[in-house]
T-cell receptor, first 119, second 116 residues
């Protein structure tokens, strides 16, 4: 069975601080995908990044960066110089590679980390 | 803006009733998934439809059922509503098979269902 653990329930930071959201996963699959989604108060889940299990390169996109470490089954997300607009709930998710449809849409989500950025 | 729209946005039902939630995907998205998100929790996978057939189901009872139509719009039906069914129901669609894009799920804003 797949499992995603986000141990941090809520994090509060002051604007411009860096913040790291932790994600630890469990799976018996050798091929899988890892995701991060942002959920603002509107409720819509906004896709941030996907990583497949064979790509351990870290990625940076503007103020966002992701650290994938297969050895520790972790996929952590860092926001540099946080802003008030970053306030949201962030979900880490895991999916097996779907051989039938080719899509990775049966996601197992963590419980989320609520990030509050204040001035 | 993901192009995935859900209706209604909010719904109040009483225990024992039946409910139908609707989702309209982007054109060309032939896979749709439904998720249930209880308050303070992460979304839980209900089921997925691919080309109008169910393709995988999470740990939900048979009173949760779905349909996908030829135009790839979708419905989630829940019979015999229980208080614990109160949650945000999210629909997500995926584009056609394409190595570059098929990993993305596009979510709607959800339907908030309250069962009294």
């Amino acid at each position: 069975a797949q499992k995603v653990t986000q141990a941090q329930t809520e994090i509060s930071v002051v604007e411009k601080e860096d913040v790291t959201l932790d994600c630890v996963y469990e799976t018996r699959d050798t091929t899988y995908y890892l995701f991060w989604y942002k959920q603002p108060p509107s409720g819509e889940l906004v896709f941030l990044i996907r990583r497949n299990s064979f790509d351990e390169q870290n990625e940076i996109s503007g103020r966002y960066s992701w650290n994938f470490q297969k050895s520790t089954s972790s996929f952590n997300f860092t926001i540099t110089a946080s802003q008030v607009v970053d306030s949201a709930v962030y979900f880490c998710a895991l999916s097996e590679a779907e051989r039938y449809t080719g899509t990775a849409s049966k996601l197992t989500f963590g419980t989320g980390t609520r990030l509050q950025v204040t001035l | 803006e993901t192009g995935v729209t859900q209706s209604p946005t909010h719904l109040i039902k009483t225990r024992g009733q039946q409910v139908t939630l609707r989702c309209s995907s982007q054109s060309g998205h032939n896979t749709v998934s439904w998720y249930q998100q209880a308050l303070g929790q992460g979304p839980q996978f209900i089921f997925q439809y691919y080309r109008e057939e169910e393709n995988g189901r999470g740990n939900f009872p048979p009173r949760f059922s779905g349909l996908q139509f030829p135009n790839y719009s979708s419905e989630l039906n829940v019979n015999a509503l229980e208080l614990d069914d109160s949650a945000l129901y999210l629909c997500a669609s995926s584009p056609t098979l394409d190595e570059a894009t098929n990993e993305k799920l596009f979510f709607g804003s959800g339907t908030q269902l309250s069962v009294l």
